[in-house]
C-alpha cells in the first residue's frame, strides 16, 4: 500500500452538511454527501469536528439568505479555534445563495473556500483541490447533466437516509411569478427521462425505501422522455413508478395550479398508492393580485380545479403556500384570500409576509405594505389556517388509517409515521419496525402529531386477528 494511501486510510474526514429551505436542497444535500463519499468523507452532525462545512443554502426570502451570513459568522469562530489546534477547515457555500449571489459571498465572508451553485455540485472535489490554492466559484449552468456524474449511494447508506425517500424528476422553473427568484436561482425547466427516475426508484426500493416522494421546482410540469421516446406526463410517471416492487407509497410536491393536467387528476383516482394529498400553492385568493403575481390563474379558476381533484379523489387533503402583503395588496384583496381560504379548506399551509427579492418584478412595484400591515394580515390568515388544521386532525379521531412508520417515536417504545394525508402519527411499537405499513385507529390529536392504536389490538394489547 503506497505512503499516501495509508494516510487517507487513517484520516477518515468528516463533512457537517447543513440545509436551509425545501425538499429539492434536502435531496441535493444528501447527493453532496454522495458525491463526497469516494473522497474519503464520512458525515458528522457536529459541526466542530467537520474537515469540510457546507452550507446548502436557501434564496426565497430575505430572511433565508441573511441567515447563511450569520451562520459563516459562527463558522469563521470556528475554523479559527480549530486553525490553533492544527486542524484545517474548508467551507462550501452551495444552494442558491451560491447561485444567486457567487463570489460576492467571499468578499463578504472571506471563510469561503468554494461557492458552488445547484447544477455544478457534482463537480465538488475539483473545486475543493482547486480551492486549496484560491477560493473557486461555480455557478454554470453546464450542458452535462449532473445526475449522470452523481456516483450511487451503497444501499446501507440508502436505507440509513430511512424508508421515505425524495426522488428529483424535474428541476427549475419557466413561470416567472413576478415575486420569486427561483427561475433565475435554478434555471430553465428541465425533466429528467423516465428511464433514469425508474432505474434510481428500483436502487431505492431494493435498499429498503417504501415511500417515494417525487420532487421538483414544478413537478407537476414534469414532460420526461419516455422508453418510446415521447414525451410522459406527470400522471404517466406515477402510473410506472406504482408498478415498482416495494414501493407502496407515491407523493409528489411542488405543483402549480395551472399544470394539474387530466392524467395527473386521473392518477389521484386510479393509483391506491398515490396518497390522498395535495400541495397546491394558491399564493393569494385575489384577482387582481393573482395578475399582478403573474400566476396565470384565478381565484374561482383554483376552486374549481379543487372541485374536479376532488371529484376524483373524494378524501384528498389539500394543502397550500399563502404570500400576505404582496405591493398592492388592499384589505379588499386580503379578504378575498381569505374568503378563498374559507372556501375550499385546507389541512395544513405554509404563510409568508411578502419579502422583495432584488431582480424580480415585484421588488421594483410601487405600493410596498408596510411591514405591521403585513404581520396583521398574516396574524389573521394563520389563526384561520391553523383552526382549519385541527379541525382536520380532529376530523381523523375514530378513523383507521394506514401509517408507514419511519422512525422511533417522541418516547421510548414508541414509533412514529405519517397518515396517507401526511399527518405525523405515533403508535406503541409492538414488534413493529420502521418501514412496516401499519393499520391504526387515530384516538387523539396533539398540536403536532396524532396518536393511534394498531387497528388489529384489542384495547387490552391482544391481537385479535393475524
Ligand atoms: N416572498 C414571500 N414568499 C415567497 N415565496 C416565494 N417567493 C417569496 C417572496 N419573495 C413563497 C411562495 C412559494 C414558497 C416556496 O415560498 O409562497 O410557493
Ligand atoms: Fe417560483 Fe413556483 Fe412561481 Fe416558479 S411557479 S416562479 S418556483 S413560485
Not at 17 to 42: F, H, I, T, W
Request: net charge negative; aromatic share 6%; with cysteine.
Amino acid at each position: 500500500m503506497s505512503v499516501s494511501a495509508t494516510s487517507r486510510l487513517e484520516h477518515v474526514k468528516k463533512v457537517f452538511l447543513k440545509s436551509y429551505g425545501c425538499q429539492m436542497n434536502v435531496y441535493d444535500a444528501e447527493r453532496m454527501a454522495d458525491v463526497l463519499a469516494p473522497e474519503g468523507y464520512s458525515e458528522t452532525p457536529v459541526m466542530e469536528e467537520a474537515d469540510l462545512v457546507v452550507l446548502n443554502t436557501c434564496h426565497i426570502r430575505e430572511k433565508a439568505a441573511e441567515k447563511v451570513y450569520s451562520e459563516l459568522g459562527r463558522v469563521k469562530a470556528l475554523k479559527a479555534a480549530r486553525a490553533a489546534t492544527g486542524l484545517e477547515t474548508q467551507v462550501v457555500v452551495a444552494g442558491c445563495v451560491a447561485q444567486a449571489e457567487g463570489g460576492e459571498i467571499i468578499r463578504r465572508a472571506p471563510v469561503v473556500d468554494v461557492v458552488v451553485g445547484p447544477q455544478s455540485y457534482h463537480r465538488l472535489p475539483v473545486l475543493l483541490a482547486k480551492a486549496g490554492r484560491e477560493p473557486a466559484v461555480d455557478t454554470e449552468f453546464p450542458i452535462e447533466d449532473k445526475f449522470d456524474h452523481l456516483p450511487r449511494p451503497a444501499a446501507d447508506k440508502i436505507r440509513s437516509r430511512g424508508v421515505s425517500a425524495f426522488l428529483t424528476v424535474q428541476e427549475g422553473c419557466d413561470k416567472f411569478c413576478t415575486f420569486c427568484v427561483v427561475p433565475y436561482t435554478r434555471g430553465a425547466e428541465m425533466s429528467r427521462p423516465v428511464g433514469k427516475i425508474l432505474d434510481e426508484a428500483r436502487r431505492l426500493a431494493a435498499a429498503g425505501v417504501r415511500e417515494l416522494t417525487l420532487i421538483g421546482q414544478n413537478v407537476n410540469a414534469y414532460h420526461g422522455e419516455g422508453p418510446d421516446g415521447s414525451d410522459w406526463s406527470l400522471g404517466k410517471l406515477l402510473e410506472a413508478l406504482a408498478a415498482v416492487p416495494d414501493i407502496v407509497r407515491l407523493r409528489y410536491a411542488t405543483s402549480h395550479p395551472r399544470d394539474m393536467d387530466d392524467d395527473l387528476i386521473a392518477a389521484h383516482r386510479d393509483l391506491p398508492g398515490l396518497m390522498p394529498f395535495l400541495h397546491l400553492p394558491v399564493q393569494s385568493g385575489s384577482d387582481r393580485i393573482l395578475e399582478a403575481m403573474n400566476r396565470k390563474h384565478t381565484g374561482d379558476a383554483y376552486r374549481r380545479l379543487v372541485e374536479r381533484v376532488r371529484a376524483a379523489r373524494p378524501d384528498i387533503a389539500l394543502s397550500s403556500d399563502f404570500i400576505v402583503g404582496f405591493p398592492g395588496e388592499t384589505d379588499q384583496d386580503f379578504e378575498d384570500t381569505m374568503r378563498l381560504v374559507s372556501d375550499v379548506g385546507f389541512a395544513s399551509a405554509y404563510f409568508f409576509k411578502y419579502s422583495p427579492r432584488p431582480g424580480t418584478p415585484a421588488a421594483e412595484m410601487d405600493l410596498q405594505v408596510p411591514d405591521a400591515v403585513k404581520a396583521e394580515r398574516l396574524a389573521r390568515l394563520q389563526e384561520l389556517l391553523d383552526g382549519q388544521r385541527r379541525a382536520f386532525n380532529r376530523g381523523t379521531i375514530g378513523r383507521t388509517v394506514d401509517v408507514l412508520l419511519e422512525r422511533p417515536g417522541r418516547h421510548p417504545g414508541q414509533l412514529a409515521g405519517k397518515s396517507p394525508y401526511l399527518q405525523a402519527v405515533q403508535i406503541e411499537a409492538g414488534a413493529h419496525r420502521a418501514g412496516d405499513l401499519v393499520r391504526v385507529r387515530i384516538v387523539q390529536a396533539g398540536s403536532n402529531s396524532l396518536f393511534g392504536e394498531r387497528a388489529d389490538l384489542a384495547s387490552d394489547g391482544l391481537v385479535v386477528a393475524a
